[in-house]
Structures are given as C-alpha cells and as structure tokens.
C-alpha cells in the first residue's frame, strides 16, 4: 500500500472514532500531499517517510488532552514528543499533552534513526482555559423542578457543576453555596451549605417547599483547573 493510500486510511478510521468537530489541522493535506510523492515503502524498509500529529477532541489547560499519531512507519517505531508542556505517552501512537495554564504548546514529532533523531512533524496551539460549569440539581438547563423530583434530591444530592453543550467530562468539586426559598407573601427560607450533599438543616428547609415557591442556589463557589476557586451563576427553580 503507498504512503498516501495508507495514511488517508488511517485518517478515515480515526474520524470515525473522534468528533469532526475537533481541531482542524490545515497542515494534514500538505502532509498527504508529501507522501503522495515519497517512494514506496518495502517490509524491509525500517525508515518513516511521514507521520503527523493529531488531536482529540479538545484541548484546554489545566487537564488532560488526548493526541494521536499517524503514520506509515513500522508498528515498532518509538515516537518521541519535544515540547513546552507536559506530555505522557499512553501508547505508541497516543499520548496525552497538558498545560497548567492557557498558552501556545508546541509540539514536536521525532524518531530515533540509527545514532540520530529525525524531525517529523511539528505543530503549535492554543490551549485554551476550561469555560466556566452551570450550576443544576436535576437536568442541567431546567428552570423547574417537580415536589416529588426534589424530595429525591434532598437526601443523597445537593448542587453540581457540569459544563453546557460541551464534548468533555470534568467534574468540578463543590466548595459552598447558599439557599433560599422565595414564599409569596411569606418571609423568605434562607441556609449556607458547605460541600456538594445538601446538610441536615437545608434539609429541613428545602422539606418546606410548596407548589410555587422558587429555589435559589447563589454565591456557588467551585473548583476548576487552573484556578483554585471560581464563584458561577445562580441556579434558579420554580417548584411545580
């Protein structure tokens, strides 16, 4: 199989696995395009003629993002990576890449030939800072929650923090958060909660709910990468 016959087959299976949405690499069709001109490769022949790096589906500090490396060479190549971030290697044509704070990573592919190193490829980008979460009890995105549904939450729940409409899964421990419940003509319900898990006295205060009443969760404090603690929007909730 030629150069570029097998590194178009190897792309195409790759994006069967991960999100098209992913970084684009504008540099993958000059890549192609050079390995459409190099000679074919014999089993023999223990030399790469190409390879490039490839990215997951994200890449943001603070945590680990997955890279991959395609190529032609033999299925014992040792890759190595030089870069300005931290990298571990999973597999022979997987590692992880993280950053401790946004900035421009470098990344450079090189293999071991003979007494000598040989460039690759190389490639540079932006990782970028983790968005902040929102806040919910029961569905992230709802604004109602049901007397039955919430009496399931009281005992063994509390509040959590989960990114909207995004690809990846960090969990974002939860530091504190006050609660108040809105009575119509009635003084209002208030208690501070330390942790994830409602505690027993905003147990007692969140039995007191009635169809109606609205559920305020504000000053949530979490945490994310990077930062140690970051204050996020209040959770409002109607009881239906």
Known sequence: MSCRLQMESELMHLDKEMNMNSLKFVFLFSLIMACQNS????????????????????????????FYIVSNCPENTDFSISSNAEVTFVSKKH?????????RVRLELNVKEGDETKKLDEFSFGMRR??????????????????????????????????????????????????????????????????????TDCQEILRQASLGDILIFDKIITKIPIDKELEIQPLVLRVK
Request: net charge negative; glycine share 8%; hydrophobic share 35%.
């Open 130 to 199: 983790i968005p902040p979460p929102t806040a919910a009890l029961n569905r992230i995105g709802k604004s109602t929650i049901g007397l039955g549904e919430l009496d399931q939450y009281i005992s063994d729940s509390g509040i959590r923090a989960e990114l909207l409409n995004h690809d990846i899964e960090i969990k974002f421990p939860i530091v504190s958060y006050n609660i108040t419940i809105a009575k119509e003509g009635q003084k209002f319900l208030s208690c501070q909660n330390e942790g994830y898990k409602f505690e």
């Open 95 to 103: 590692f992880l890449v993280k950053a401790d704070k946004p900035m």
């Open 39 to 66: 000679s074919e490769k014999s089993v023999e022949d223990e030399s790469c003629e190409c390879a490039t790096i490839r990215a997951g589906k994200f890449a943001y500090a603070g945590i680990t993002n997955p």
